[in-house]
């Protein structure tokens, strides 16, 4: 019993000391890129960053924080990601770096690319002893999107291409660009929860975050019809992300790495590679509400996956990691008429899972039928998911804005059930751990529980 006792009040102690130490460190603040760092005079751009270990609170200020390493900008509050460098063509940057890491030298990277360079080139760096500065200077001659990182000895730390999180988002503009009003910087970033603790050690789960924060705490975007709006996507992991607009097509103006197709394509989803970036543009059409989010169902699992009520959001809970809410208001003085001449259309919404693939790694599509189709064809070899239960509900509208009734069958059939398991379709080459893909099929038993016994209602809107 005493030595009960005594492991006990060790745990105690331990965990006490875990959040003290927590407590001492600086806070990571959320960098929503809106903010250039540095002060830029005669083509001369000086900023100051300092990388160090800091408590960063991606799930939101009121929930415990990991501790992890970020740049802060001087003597400020540090953020995650770092602060932004943003200059004209042709500046000169002159970067004091300061390593405020107790034990390891850093290695501060910037990239070959940003003065005309192949990408596979070697870039500018500087290492840097701990508790020591120096300088590293870089004439910025490329315009396009860029990031900034620092390394150490650690094996995850080369492999994940920085240390925790130092890194930032790095932007040269054309020399007499005007930056649009609707002009936004989106860092994608992929974290440990374990290793700033042991460097060496297992990564365990990954925390994916967005500026500095995860679903449902990442900026919401306001918006409004007609306006016009300029992304800039800076994947700042080694991970890949297939990100996908809700409801709008978005031009692709600019990209790096090996995504597909040529630069002004149409796109409602685009690949980017490991430590790519992209520019994009796109036009609201219709207000509303709309997610921007990566297609990969394993970088949108949270932490703990509660279990599904139907009275939950599950759009709050269910989900976490790479996702922005996108909040479209009508133009002003717009009213809304319905067209009362366009009729409705029958369509019914099968959930199928294909043939041939083991249960650990299934393969699982919704088909979008409606009568005079090709419906067979659009199956191909399946087995269907299929019960006694069949739901219709006239809501929302199809594909063409019209209004439309759906029947929808099946326990795949619903909406939020089909959003996690479409992103299940085939298992990805995702570096997490065990007990994350425990937790996903959890989320993906439940969602066929849930769908078994609920109505659905599954917008049709233009994806």
């Known amino acids: 019993m005493r030595s009960a006792n005594v492991l006990l009040l060790s745990v105690v102690v331990l965990a006490s000391t875990t959040v003290s130490q927590r407590s001492a460190l600086p806070v990571a603040s959320p960098n929503s890129n809106r903010s250039a760092a540095g002060v830029l005079r005669n083509g001369v751009l000086t900023v100051a960053l300092d990388a160090k270990v800091t ?4 799930n939101g200020d009121s929930l415990p924080g990991m501790t992890i390493e970020a740049f802060a900008e001087g003597s400020k509050q540090p953020s995650v990601p770092g602060p932004l460098i943003r200059v004209p063509r042709g500046t000169e940057i002159r970067a004091s770096i300061h390593n405020s890491l107790k034990s390891d030298t850093l290695t501060m990277h910037f990239p070959a690319t940003v003065h005309g360079a192949a990408a596979m080139e070697p870039g500018d760096s500087v290492m840097i002893p701990p508790g020591e500065t120096r300088e590293l200077r870089v004439r910025a001659t490329t315009p396009g999107n860029y990031f900034y990182r620092g390394t150490t000895g650690p094996p995850f730390s080369v492999e994940a291409g920085m240390r925790g999180l130092l890194v930032g988002a790095l932007v040269v503009d054309s020399a007499s660009a005007v930056t649009p009003a609707h002009d936004r910087i989106f860092v994608m970033t992929m974290a440990p929860d374990s290793i700033a603790a042991d460097p060496g ?3 365990g789960f990954l925390t994916f975050a967005i500026n500095g924060r995860s ?3 990442t900026e919401r975007i306001a918006a409004t019809v007609g306006d016009t709006a300029h992304w800039r996507i800076i994947n700042a992991s080694n991970d ?3 990100l996908h607009l809700h409801g709008f097509y978005f031009r692709v103006d600019a990209s790096s790495g090996t995504g597909p197709g040529a630069p002004g394509r149409m796109v409602v989803t685009e690949r980017m590679p490991p430590f ?6 796109w036009v609201p059409e219709r207000a509303g509400n709309w997610l921007f989010h990566c297609h990969f169902q394993l970088h949108l699992v949270p932490d703990s996956a509660p279990p599904m009520h139907h009275e939950d959001n599950h759009a709050l809970t269910g989900m976490a990691g790479l996702v922005v809410g996108i909040n479209v208001a009508p133009r002003r003085g717009a009213v809304a008429s319905p067209d009362p001449a366009r009729g409705r259309r029958q369509l019914r919404l099968v959930a199928i899972q294909d043939a041939g693939f083991p249960d650990s790694a299934p393969s699982m599509r919704f088909v979008l039928e409606e009568p005079g189709g090709s419906d067979a ?6 087995r269907f998911q299929s019960d006694d239960h069949t739901h219709t509900r006239r809501a929302g509208f199809d594909h063409g804005g019209q209004p439309a009734a759906r029947t929808h069958r099946g326990p ?3 909406h939020r059930a089909g959003e996690l398991l479409r992103r299940c379709c085939r298992v990805q080459r995702v570096r997490q751990s065990a007990r994350t893909h425990d937790r996903a099929r959890g989320l993906v038993r439940g969602a066929l529980h849930a769908a078994q016994v609920r109505d659905v209602h599954v917008p049709l809107a233009r994806q």
């Open 55 to 58: 408590t960063w609170h991606p």
């Open 412 to 414: 795949l059939a619903r």
């Open 240 to 242: 890949v992300h297939p």
């Open 201 to 203: 050690g297992t990564p």
């Open 377 to 382: 064809a659009a199956r191909g070899s399946a």
């Open 276 to 281: 790519s970036t992209m520019s994009m543009t």
């Open 215 to 217: 679903w449902p705490h």
